[in-house]
């Protein structure tokens, strides 16, 4: 039986990087696959990106109310496997929608993302995932002191802020991520409290 698939992970990890080596073993073996990714994900366009360089064209880009039951029945002809990058940006109903798609066609789908955001907050595509995925991997990296990182911790103009949208693209507008273990993310999160008198 097929099943539908978490990986997650802090930011840096390698999910992009283990998902695009996935892809090229099924295509190695000449199985058909479909690549999917949100369009809130920006970064890399209608690419997929990893920190190491690797690259691949999205099949398909995912949009905020699509029903993905409805666009897979049309599209999951011959396919093997159906990939999801970045998937911490589906809506609840989408995995849903990914779950019947896995149980009613007994394809796989291979979703990557993190489980939460700058905040510590689940994402609620994450959440949902983590609700109903039937395996969850995770996938570890590192913080700066050495211990295991599990938190994203945002830095704008090179400072770490910890108010904001739950979505901003890494990249975009000055800002970028940095796993962090729990004990430097709320070290880092007690100086912004206390500068700002949260």
Do not use: W
């Amino acid at each position: 039986m097929a099943k539908l698939y978490f990986r997650y992970g802090a930011m840096n990890c390698g999910k992009s990087a283990l998902l695009l080596q996935t892809i090229h073993n099924y295509e190695d073996r000449n199985m058909k696959v479909l690549v999917m990714k949100p369009e809130v994900d920006t970064k890399g366009n209608k690419n997929i990106i990893s920190r190491i360089g690797l690259k691949r064209e999205a099949d398909h880009i995912i949009k905020k109310k699509e029903n993905l039951y409805s666009y897979l029945q049309k599209n999951i002809n011959g396919i093997s496997c159906i990939f999801i990058d970045e998937a911490q940006f589906l809506k609840r109903e989408q995995v849903d929608e990914l779950m019947h798609i896995v149980t009613n066609y007994d394809i796989p789908i291979i979703c990557y993302g993190l489980r939460t955001d700058f905040m510590g907050n689940g994402f609620p595509g994450s959440t949902r995932l983590l609700e109903i995925a039937h395996s969850i991997e995770e996938m570890k990296t590192i913080c700066e002191c050495g211990r295991k990182a599990t938190m994203n911790a945002r830095i704008v103009n090179g400072k770490y802020v910890f108010s904001g949208e739950q979505v901003a693209i890494d990249g975009k507008d000055n800002i970028t991520y940095k796993s962090l273990c729990p004990k430097c993310f709320y070290r880092e999160k007690d100086k912004y409290d206390k500068k700002f008198n949260k």
